[in-house]
Every structure is written in C-alpha cells, then in structure tokens.
C-alpha cells in the first residue's frame, strides 16, 4: 500500500463551454492500493471536491483510471449586509442590528460605545444599495436582540457585545426635569439582566422609524402613567432615552438596520 503524498498537477482548460459534456479525468497513478485520495477542481468561481467515495483507485493492477466528474451547480455564498429594517414583523430572535439615525442620504450615525451612560455615535456610510456593508468594523457596532418569555413574552433584550461585560443595555427607572428630560441608559451583566423588568423593550418598527419603548416610568416607586423611548438627541451626538416632555426639536428618529 502507499503512504504519503503526491505531487500535484494542474491542467488549464481554456474552452470552458466543453465542461458541460467533459466529465471524466484520466489519473495515472503507481499501482498501488490508495486511501485517503482527493482531487480538486479548480474554477475561475470555485473549488470543488472529490475524495474517497467518488475516487476508486483501489484495483493494484491498473495504473490509469478514469474518474467521472460532475460539477454541481454553483450556488454563490451570500454576501451579508447590514439592511434597513421596514416593519415589525424584522425583528427576530437573535438578530444582529445596528441602533442608527439618519445623518444625510449617505449616511448614518451608529451607536457604537458607552459614553458617561449615552451611546455616542459614529458615522457609517451606506453602499449603493442602500444598505451598509458587514466588515469587521461593522459587526463590531451590532446590538444581539434576545425574545423575552413569561412575563416578558414579546419584548426584546439588548446584548451589545462592545460594551463588554455590562452588555446588556437597558432603560432608565425615569427620566425626569432633573436631567432636562434626557435620559441615559442602564447596563447589566450575562447574570443578571434576565430578570430585571428594565432590560425588557418593547420594539415596533413602522415604515422605517423603530421605537424602542421602555417600561412604565417609576417615580419614588410608584408608577407614573409614562413611557420613554431610545432617540437620537441630534446636538449631543448620542443615542439615549426621551421622555414625554423632551423637546422634539431635540430629538432624531432611530432607524435599525439588520444583518441579513
């Protein structure tokens, strides 16, 4: 039997149409009992496969062998991309987004850190088709929605993995005058953001514009009728909490743009 490795021979078709009737490729081969063969067929698009089960060099007394090849079709591997989520129906168990607001027709700001309890944005622009390209840097920006059960049945969890161990972005107890009626987020550990009612948001998307809405705002423990939402406060350049009162004048609309 033979072990060890073979040379490789490459073989340049330049009339590639033939391929569609060509299918065999002749092997001259010591004689020898093989195992663990693979052929490669290199294309301009791919690289296909065949190995043992499709290769039968066994029989010591041949030296040539033909080999039937049968390309399958080629299926190109999705390019990924970070697309403008239109409706509610977007949102989904364990999808990655990117908490954006609209800057010009090119480009958007992007929640990318924690900054004293905001998140600041960056700038990202999109391609050509809309949408804005995954690389390294982008995935790095994506906010993982988490579907809630029980008693948070339909409301979603924030796990921004740039923010390191407190990842977990939630909503403030209140967002009142004392703080001009901008409110900052809260964070949370793996451990802990589970069970805690302000983790939970409850997110809508409506021709475009996503409201993430907060839990019922409480003030010295008691429930004040009012809600908040995530918004872009356009003259600090940060993403943060709105309530009721806040000026609209401050205030851009969140838009989520989702890899698929």
Known sequence: SFSGS??????????TPELRNLKYVYLVVAKGDYTGVKMDVETELTTYSFADGKLNLSDE???LFRVKVTLPDYEAPKEEAFVKVSSTADITDG???LMASKKSDTEYYVAYKKDND???ATTVSLDEKGNIQKTEATEK???TFIAGSGDYQGKFALKF???GKT????????VSAGVEYKGFFWFENESNYASQDNSWWTITVTDGKAVLKTKEFMLWGEPTGRFGEVTFFKDDGYFGVRAPETDAEQCADVVLFKLQ
């Open 6 to 15: 073979s040379n490789t021979v490459k073989v340049t078709l330049t009339d």
């Open 95 to 97: 999808s990655k987004y």
């Open 61 to 63: 007394n041949t030296g």
């Open 161 to 163: 993995d740039a923010l």
């Open 141 to 143: 920006l994506a906010i």
């Open 167 to 174: 990842c977990f972005v939630q909503s403030p107890t209140n």
């Open 118 to 120: 905001y998140l600041r």
